[in-house]
């Protein structure tokens, strides 16, 4: 498989072993690549949900400035709403920040938000439109040699 688009997006985490363990429970991502650098001794693990080429690169680092807070976020689709229901309710067992869960109709569908070990934030998603916005988007540039953007490509 080729490497083209969007492969990946980088977070420092300042325990790679928690962060793995979070976003194995409430992502359902699993490692696909781990190593440690061999003159820093720096670990990184690349996760992924085996849906699509895409991982998270997790990078231990000594300290995290700046998380993704609630606006600046990382989602994942859910089954369905009792997933969400659960996935928030044991994340608030925990004492994790919690906020939600909402419905707020197509296309964000229900969500709660969740923040990992260094604050970043993940939400869960049930009803979103993603995948029907991104087929609609492309049929139609098929269809329309302007393309989404109305513009004529060269």
């Known amino acids: 498989m080729v490497d083209l688009g969007l492969t990946h997006i980088a977070l420092p985490v300042s325990d790679l ?3 793995l363990a ?3 429970t409430y992502a359902e ?3 696909v690549h781990e190593r440690a650098d061999p003159r820093t001794g720096t670990r990184v693990a690349w996760i992924g949900d085996g849906t699509r ?3 998270i690169v997790l990078v231990e680092a000594d300290q995290v400035e700046h998380p993704l807070v609630p606006l600046s976020h990382l989602g994942v689709g859910c089954d369905s709403r009792e997933e969400i229901d659960r996935r928030a309710a044991r994340a608030h067992g925990e ?3 919690v906020w939600g869960p909402t419905d ?3 296309p964000v569908g229900y969500w709660a938000l969740i923040a990992d070990p260094d604050h970043h934030t993940l939400e869960l998603s049930h009803g979103q439109e993603v995948g029907l916005a991104v087929a609609n988007a492309f049929e139609e540039a098929t269809r329309d ?3 989404p953007t109305g513009k004529e490509s060269s």
């Open 145 to 147: 040699p302007a393309g």
């Open 29 to 31: 991502m699993q490692v």
């Open 95 to 97: 004492g994790r920040p």
């Open 17 to 19: 072993d928690a962060s």
């Open 22 to 24: 979070f976003y194995q």
């Open 104 to 106: 707020s109709g197509p």
């Open 53 to 55: 080429p895409f991982v």
